[in-house]
């Protein structure tokens, strides 16, 4: 219903409601609701259902719109689209027969995960096949007693393993389908099983149900943690690792530690860490924070020390502030994670370490802005925290912020009255919202977007792009954190088997920020044509490479004038990589016309 309510809606009508809109060839255009302009650079585009704004940066789809524009939950924006089409949500939300019906079909859907995690379970407790699965556990340091608290599991290679078994038993396989265990190829009726040669999370919800998978590879290609795609029971937008475990605990501590990784939240577990939980994959979304505040009102923040967890946590403190939460940090030491530092010190000096935790302006302060030595970006670090802070919708929130800005970085109002932040917390005073961070949408930024929809649009540069590691090229951290996720949940097929969209593309994007982006990247007018997107596919991984040489040469530079020998090691043996990676990219093209990769040759 969610599907077919928003493929039903017209952007176009929703957005006109509110904007005055004029075509523009096959686009719209308007004035920014977002942002005060004089000259119309918001586009709305009827035939992809995306909006975009060239001034501000906002985007996304009929559903982001609504939320954004009305400050609606996803939940009520589609209320807010059912009134529109007529539809009554009544049945899906009261004690009616089909509602009745849908529990029972969930209810299906629940025992057959719970068959699943029974079967994965089964085959690494006493599968020859998982063997090696066993030592790597044993070589984690988990205990019998752990894998059999979280039912870890083990699907073995191959591509019918979990089939055979569902088969055999008589199992839906259109339900296993549904849930992301099994996917039908496309020019067939057959399927094939997702998860291969793969270490079995089962990700439970507060009720205790198994509810999705994360499978962490022993060998092979593609991404080291694959996660269930989103269904009808797993929505990872909203999920946390060991929230059903650690909501007891967390209640009697008062606070919820949260960390990054499955391995992380088990080894905490195991040391008597209990009041834990770990994001799946993406960065903390307001869902997550909104799911924390039904459990504690304190959060701690326990991820790495190096520049991916620095960049996590600072991500992560605008969605769970805007929910009120008391949010404080620790940082773990650079070379470890939680996992091998609770192995290393114990519990008792852990659990110190996380009673030192510190605000997150402290944090933002020492981490960001007092680190940095380069004048130009310390006064981009105190800019973007004013912005952020000033974007904030929780006033009271914002106020405290406001009053602890002034205090860690000795500032006082007069700094504050000549940013256009300050109208935030003066109501009566008109002067223009505080546009968002351009920072996202720089040029490395926008060359990634344009590969991944390229992606989107030719099926076959997926496998080239997990191939050769193109991922390892790119420089925005939430666009190469989610690219791979992405890319899995595009190429699984659409629950009613018709051709992806547009507007599917920017929606299934998993992360919110960075959402935008996308959106103006797939709201632009390409040629369809596959020559021409192979050519904006080679431009785009030639300039994302050329870059890549060049800050890997700079760091090097850098590296030899300070006599560090670790790191110019180190980053002697990343330039290796990506030149030896070029030269079989180039290796590969010319291959064809050479007649192939004859030695002799």
């Known amino acids: 219903m969610i599907e077919s309510i928003r493929q039903r809606s017209d952007v176009c009508k929703v957005v006109g409601e509110v904007v005055s809109l004029k075509r523009a060839g096959k686009d719209y255009?308007?004035?920014?609701?977002?942002?005060?302009?004089?000259?119309?650079?918001?586009?709305?585009?009827?035939?992809?259902?995306l909006f975009y704004c060239f001034g501000c940066g906002e985007g996304g789809t009929v559903i982001t719109f609504l939320m954004k524009f009305y400050s609606l939950s996803f939940v009520q924006a589609l209320e807010q689209l059912a009134q529109h089409l007529g539809i009554d949500l009544d049945q899906y939300q009261k004690n009616s027969q089909a509602l009745q019906a849908e529990r029972k079909e969930k209810q299906q859907l629940y025992d057959l995960m719970d068959y699943v995690a029974h079967i994965f379970h089964k085959v690494l407790k006493h599968s020859d096949s998982a063997v090696q699965a066993r030592k790597y556990l044993q070589q984690r340091g988990l205990s019998t007693e752990t894998i059999q608290t979280y039912r870890i599991g083990y699907v073995p290679e191959g591509w019918d393993n979990l089939l055979s078994v569902l088969q055999k038993d008589k199992k839906n396989l259109d339900q296993a389908s549904q849930l992301g265990l099994i996917s039908k190829k496309r020019q067939s009726n057959q399927y094939f099983d997702i998860f291969r040669d793969r270490i079995m999370f089962p990700i439970l919800n507060d009720k205790e149900a198994v509810i999705g998978f994360g499978g962490r590879v022993l060998e092979g290609e593609g991404p080291k943690y694959l996660n269930s795609s989103q269904s009808i029971l797993f929505d990872k937008s909203r999920t946390l690792f060991g929230l059903n475990i650690a909501t007891h605990y967390s209640r009697e501590e008062k606070t919820m530690i949260v960390v990054e990784g499955y391995m992380d939240q088990i080894?905490?577990?195991?040391?008597g860490i209990r009041n834990c939980v770990a994001t799946l994959g993406t960065s903390l979304t307001r869902g997550h924070a909104q799911t924390l505040k039904r459990v504690v009102d304190k959060v701690v923040m326990l991820y790495d020390g190096d520049q991916a967890g620095l960049g996590a946590v600072k991500r992560s403190m605008k969605p769970l502030l805007e929910e009120g939460l008391d949010v404080r940090v620790c940082v773990i030491p650079q070379g470890d994670d939680p996992d091998s530092l609770v192995r290393k010190i114990g519990a008792e000096a852990?659990?110190?370490?996380?009673?030192?935790?510190?605000?997150?302006?402290d944090f933002y302060h020492l981490y960001f802005y007092q680190q940095e030595k380069n004048l130009s970006l310390k006064a981009e670090h105190f800019s973007d925290l004013v912005q952020w802070v000033a974007q904030l919708k929780n006033v009271y929130v914002k106020k405290v912020l406001m009053d602890g800005v002034k205090r860690v970085f000795s500032v006082d109002d007069s700094v504050f009255q000549s940013q256009s932040a300050w109208s935030d917390f003066h109501p009566s005073e008109t002067k223009p919202q505080v546009q968002k961070s351009q920072n996202i949408q720089n040029t490395y930024a926008l060359e990634e977007a344009m590969v991944l929809r390229v992606c989107a649009e030719?099926?076959?540069?997926?496998?080239?792009?997990?191939?050769?590691?193109?991922?390892?090229w790119f420089e925005h951290p939430i666009i190469k954190e989610q690219a791979l996720i992405w890319l899995d949940e595009i190429s699984q097929p659409s629950s009613e088997n018709t051709p992806f969209t547009a507007s599917d593309f920017v929606e299934k994007w998993p992360e919110e920020e960075t959402r935008p982006l996308i959106s103006k990247i797939f709201i632009q007018d390409w040629s369809s044509e596959k020559h021409v997107l192979e050519k904006i596919w080679t431009d785009c991984i030639s300039k994302l490479r050329d870059r890549k040489v060049k800050n890997l040469h700079?760091?090097?530079?850098?590296?030899?004038?300070?006599?560090?020998?670790?790191?110019?090691?180190?980053?002697?043996?990343?330039?290796?990589a990506v030149k030896k990676q070029q030269i079989n990219r180039d290796l590969g093209e010319l291959a064809p016309a050479l007649g192939g990769h004859d030695e002799r040759r």
Do not use: D, W
């Not at 852990?350 to 302006?361: A, E, N, P, V, Y």
């Open 350 to 361: 852990f659990g110190r370490m996380i009673g030192q935790s510190i605000g997150i302006l």
């Open 554 to 576: 700079k760091a090097l530079m850098e590296a030899e004038a300070s006599g560090n020998e670790q790191r110019l090691q180190e980053l002697s043996k990343q330039m290796q």
């Open 267 to 271: 080894m905490l577990h195991q040391y």
């Open 29 to 49: 255009i308007g004035l920014c609701p977002f942002h005060k302009e004089k000259s119309p650079s918001f586009t709305v585009s009827a035939q992809k259902q």
């Open 458 to 472: 030719l099926p076959e540069m997926r496998s080239r792009f997990v191939e050769e590691s193109i991922v390892e």
